[in-house]
């Protein structure tokens, strides 16, 4: 979306590392299917106007290692507010029963002026594992 954090460098340095990157594509009931990424894939905009994989080989949403989790605003609690669609709380609803984080980690991605004291949470959100933001900076 236009107003959110610019992905494209952790993308690029993620595949220079030899990772294998999977894309959140919108499937039905609020869940989302991950669908790997090459620097080949073609991309197509879909539903919300967001682009997504237009095919590839797809991964258990439990099974990634980490999920970089889109926010409109975040507390220093984790806790996160989204566009409204439950996609990724819905997706991850298993992490609320889990006592420690193995995986997948969920990482916002956030500009800091998105930071607000405190964020009334849901029984039904899922915590972030970190949220990372400008002020962090890229590490070489």
Request: hydrophobic share 40%.
């Given at each position: 979306?236009?107003?959110?954090?610019?992905?494209?460098?952790?993308?690029?340095?993620?595949?220079?590392?030899?990772?294998?990157?999977?894309?959140?594509?919108?499937?039905?009931?609020?869940?989302?299917?991950?669908?790997?990424?090459?620097?080949?894939?073609?991309?197509?905009?879909?539903?919300?106007?967001?682009?997504?994989?237009?095919?590839?080989?797809?991964?258990?949403?439990?099974?990634?290692?980490?999920?970089?989790?889109?926010?409109?605003?975040?507390?220093?609690?984790?806790?996160?507010?989204?566009?409204?669609?439950?996609?990724?709380?819905?997706?991850?609803?298993?992490?609320?029963?889990?006592?420690?984080?193995?995986?997948?980690?969920?990482?916002?991605?956030?500009?800091?002026?998105?930071k607000v004291p405190k964020i009334k949470a849901n029984s039904w959100d899922v915590p972030l594992f970190e949220v990372i933001t400008e002020r962090h900076g890229?590490?070489?």
């Amino acid at each position: 979306m236009p107003d959110e954090v610019d992905t494209t460098e952790i993308l690029a340095r993620a595949w220079s590392a030899g990772k294998r990157i999977y894309c959140p594509v919108v499937a039905r009931r609020r869940r989302l299917r991950f669908v790997e990424v090459t620097r080949e894939t073609t991309l197509v905009r879909r539903g919300f106007g967001l682009l997504e994989p237009e095919a590839g080989a797809e991964i258990e949403p439990l099974e990634l290692d980490v999920v970089v989790v889109p926010l409109t605003a975040f507390d220093p609690y984790r806790h996160r507010i989204g566009m409204g669609g439950g996609y990724y709380d819905c997706t991850f609803a298993a992490l609320r029963k889990r006592r420690t984080w193995l995986k997948p980690k969920l990482v916002g991605v956030a500009f800091e002026c998105q930071k607000v004291p405190k964020i009334k949470a849901n029984s039904w959100d899922v915590p972030l594992f970190e949220v990372i933001t400008e002020r962090h900076g890229m590490r070489r």
